[in-house]
């Protein structure tokens, strides 16, 4: 099984949330929050202020740790042929954009970056990220945890 320890940023202002549009190379798109890969020996607080920055061009600040969510996607789920199944770490941070403009990712992956008004987000084909990443901006639990949004329909791996 493969694994990935990623950094995501949940930056909600005056009801609307920042996402970014993902597109891969065989031309699927998904929105998803700014965010990504944690590199090795790099603090994930730092790794989710510089994912904001190469993704949508912002700067930004941690304002607090909402949760972590911890997700195995099964081989056949992804696009990968032959491949195992995967399982990926998300910390997720409130994060406050302080300045920049949204732009696309320079050599990247990511094609846009908006602020989209919540009641929206529904009706989009997003990552499950999304949503985990508002239920636990909106709930707080104090656990940091929050139950696995089910796969299926617009909602995405």
Same mark, same amino acid.
């Given at each position: 099984?493969?694994?990935?320890?990623?950094?995501?940023?949940?930056?909600?202002?005056?009801?609307?949330?920042?996402?970014?549009?993902?597109?891969?190379? $065989? =031309?699927?798109?998904?929105?998803?929050?700014? +965010?990504?890969? #944690? &590199?090795?020996?790099?603090? !994930?607080?730092?790794? @989710?202020?510089?994912?904001?920055?190469?993704?949508?061009?912002?700067?930004?600040?941690?304002?607090?740790?909402?949760?972590?969510?911890?997700?195995?996607?099964?081989?056949?789920?992804?696009?990968?042929?032959?491949?195992?199944?995967?399982?990926?770490?998300?910390?997720?941070?409130?994060?406050?954009?302080? $300045? =920049?403009?949204?732009?696309?990712?320079?050599? +990247?992956?990511? #094609? &846009?970056?908006?602020?989209? !008004?919540?009641?929206? @987000?529904?009706?989009?084909?997003?990552?499950?990220?999304?949503?985990?990443?508002?239920?636990?901006?909106?709930?707080?639990?104090?656990?940091?945890?929050?139950?696995?949004?089910?796969?299926?329909?617009?909602?995405?791996?």
């Amino acid at each position: 099984m493969s694994f990935r320890l990623a950094a995501y940023a949940v930056c909600v202002e005056d009801g609307r949330v920042l996402l970014a549009r993902w597109v891969s190379s $065989g =031309g699927e798109s998904n929105w998803t929050l700014p +965010g990504g890969r #944690v &590199e090795h020996g790099e603090d !994930p607080f730092h790794a @989710v202020i510089r994912e904001v920055a190469e993704e949508t061009g912002c700067a930004a600040v941690v304002e607090r740790l909402l949760g972590v969510d911890s997700r195995v996607i099964p081989a056949a789920a992804r696009a990968v042929p032959g491949g195992s199944a995967h399982q990926n770490v998300g910390i997720f941070y409130g994060v406050r954009i302080t $300045g =920049g403009q949204l732009r696309p990712e320079p050599n +990247g992956d990511i #094609v &846009e970056s908006v602020w989209t !008004p919540v009641p929206d @987000v529904a009706h989009l084909r997003r990552s499950s990220l999304v949503d985990i990443g508002l239920a636990l901006a909106q709930t707080v639990p104090p656990t940091g945890h929050v139950a696995h949004v089910p796969i299926g329909g617009l909602i995405q791996h």
